[in-house]
């Protein structure tokens, strides 16, 4: 037992940030629960979420790799748009669906390969930068397309549909995918050299950099990942809508940045859970259906949705403050 | 014999301040050479280009004879040469075990990290360094251990690569005596299994202690390569260390 309180402290310091935003979700449903009994105990309240959540979760747990890289990145959600529009266009003009999709993938990929880039090469600050490419890709969106929206009616009829948003004994598939990509990220984040490096880079680039690890590369990686992320979102939303509209992923700016810090994810790099992140998540996605859900007004809903951040950011404020 | 790594004529220019102008230095095996000079001197510059962190200007590096082209911090690990760097080169919020490998994990195929072992091979390093407190273990975050902890952290980084050169940049700055005598009982350990060390340092009775070879920086430039044979003292070398200075 000699050991016993480093061993509390290690697992308080390696997981106190995730069992923070689990605390904060159970708390949200005892609210819900008492506050609206009969609302809560409607099935397609979660339902809802439930529909909401992948979505999210495609575009929120990249974040988390990049913001504790020390970065953050806003334009993941024109990304969102671009990806979605290039899988669009190309279903509408006959090409085959799952080829269409992975076009979607790989243009995500890549502008999160450019934007990344052009702030690690020329040394950017990356909320300025990605601000600019967030207006800018929209913009273009929105010439090309002249504000109209693409429908794919017939996209059910391809393989790829049940596969990624069909039911599974009643679950949309989503879910599944939304899973697996938990899992995924989990390992990447916290067993793969790759998430090992995140961690050093926002922890310390001047040491990283001395170790031998190639900060850019690592940095310029994250944003890919999140323009993958941003681009699964935005694929998945329009197989599910069966409509690309121009002006798709704007609505998920502010809620995915906000579930990655109720998460329990820090702002200053070298930090960062994946667990966390994935509660974040189920507190927006609760907050946003959830007030509507329980009879109030749709106006209390960004009221308490600012509520809930602040106090999340207070709770977890409770891990102190950076080591140094 | 052919010395394990060598600056030759090398200048390292930051705007308009030239940092290194012209300096050579060479490391055999199995020697410690202590490096020395005022501040600012250049002797982190020095071994922040011999090791890759910073690009050389002019001048060549050659490891074991042969001239390397796009020297960079990775590949001077991978040639054998481990830095212990002044500012320690950790990150604090990480585990001792990820900062002992970092750069240099150990992986499975994908990359996937080879978690037990790296924490078993922490935990013998840690020990062999002589961790004192018992509640430390690898996976505790650096930032909670104290400055010569966190020295000993950096150190079974260098060792546990089996490198044929350890560069100490600034070793025992901020140790206690307890602490520093570690530090001068690991650098003989190295020399004795035939493995060399660069020993930087601005107090010249520690670099005297357990150098073989000196070599005075001063401004940029590498003024005197001596040996241990032809300085009767510290405060030989202290002397000509002075003297050098003052005509320059």
């Not at chain 1, 609302?39 to 913001?67: D, E, G």
């Not at chain 1, 992923?249 to 859970?273: D, E, S």
């Not at chain 1, 709770?315 to 102190?320: E, F, K, M, V, Y």
């Not at chain 2, 080169?89 to 750069?103: D, E, H, K, R, T």
């Amino acid at each position: 037992m000699k050991n016993n309180k480093s061993f509390i402290g290690n697992m308080f310091h390696k997981n106190g940030r995730a069992l923070g935003s689990m605390g904060y979700f159970a708390l949200l449903m005892i609210v819900f629960l008492i506050g609206a009994p009969e609302a809560w105990m409607r099935p397609n309240l979660h339902q809802s979420v439930f529909v909401m959540m992948p979505t999210l979760i495609f575009l929120t747990l990249p974040l988390v790799f990049l913001v504790a890289s020390g970065e953050i990145d806003l334009s993941f959600a024109s990304t969102y748009a671009v990806a979605a529009y290039v899988f669009a266009i190309m279903a509408k003009s006959g090409i085959d669906p799952a080829l269409a999709i992975l076009a979607g993938l790989m243009t995500g990929t890549a502008i999160g390969g450019l934007v990344g880039a052009l702030i690690v090469v020329f040394r950017l600050s990356s909320l300025v930068a990605s601000l600019g490419v967030l207006f800018l890709l929209r913009g273009i969106i929105l010439l090309l397309t002249n504000s109209r929206s693409i429908t794919l009616l017939e996209i059910d009829s391809h393989w790829i549909y049940p596969v990624l948003v069909g039911k599974f004994y009643g679950f949309p598939m989503q879910i599944f995918w939304a899973a697996i990509f938990v899992i995924f990220c989990y390992y990447l984040f916290t067993k793969h050299v790759f998430g090992v490096h995140i961690h050093h880079v926002g922890d310390n680039s001047v040491s990283a950099e001395q170790m031998g690890i190639n900060v850019n590369a690592v940095k310029i990686k994250a944003f890919m990942f999140v323009g993958f992320g941003a681009a699964l979102g935005g694929i998945f939303t329009t197989l599910i809508t069966y409509t690309f509209f121009p002006t798709q992923g704007f609505g998920y700016l502010l809620l995915a940045l906000a579930a990655v810090f109720v998460g329990g994810t820090p702002y200053w790099g070298g930090l960062g859970t994946i667990v966390g992140a994935v509660f974040g998540v189920g507190i927006i996605a609760y907050m946003e259906i959830g007030i509507v859900a329980i009879g109030w007004s749709g106006t209390w809903r960004q009221f308490f949705n600012g509520l809930i951040i602040l106090l999340a950011l207070l709770g977890h404020r409770l891990h102190g403050e950076r080591v140094r | 014999m052919q010395p394990i790594i060598e600056l030759e004529k090398v200048t390292k220019r930051f705007g308009g301040i030239t940092a290194l102008n012209n300096a050579s230095l060479k490391v055999n095996k199995g020697e410690v050479v202590g490096l020395i000079g005022d501040n600012g001197a250049g002797k982190s510059t020095l071994i922040k280009t011999l090791v890759g962190v910073h690009n050389p200007d002019d001048g060549d590096i050659k490891i074991r004879g042969d001239k390397v082209n796009n020297w960079n911090a990775l590949k001077a690990r991978e040639a054998g040469i481990e830095t212990v760097f002044q500012d320690r080169a950790l990150c604090p919020q990480q585990s001792i075990v990820w900062n002992i490998f970092m750069g240099k994990e150990l992986k499975y195929p994908f990359g996937f990290i080879r978690d037990k072992e790296q924490i078993t091979e922490a935990n013998r390093l840690i020990r062999e360094i002589g961790f004192t407190s018992k509640l430390i273990n690898a996976e505790s975050p650096v930032g909670n251990l104290s400055g010569g902890e966190r020295q000993g952290v950096a150190i079974a980084r260098a060792i546990y690569n089996n490198a044929e050169l350890i560069i100490l940049d600034e070793p025992t700055n901020n140790l206690s005596l307890n602490e520093t005598q570690k530090v001068f009982d690991f650098v003989l350990n190295v020399k004795k299994s035939n493995r060399s060390v660069l020993f930087i340092g601005h107090n010249i009775y520690h670099v005297y202690d357990i150098s073989d070879r000196f070599v005075i920086l001063d401004r940029g430039e590498v003024v005197h390569h001596l040996d241990k044979e032809n300085i009767q003292s510290p405060e030989e070398l202290m002397k000509i260390m002075r003297d050098t200075i003052k005509s320059h």
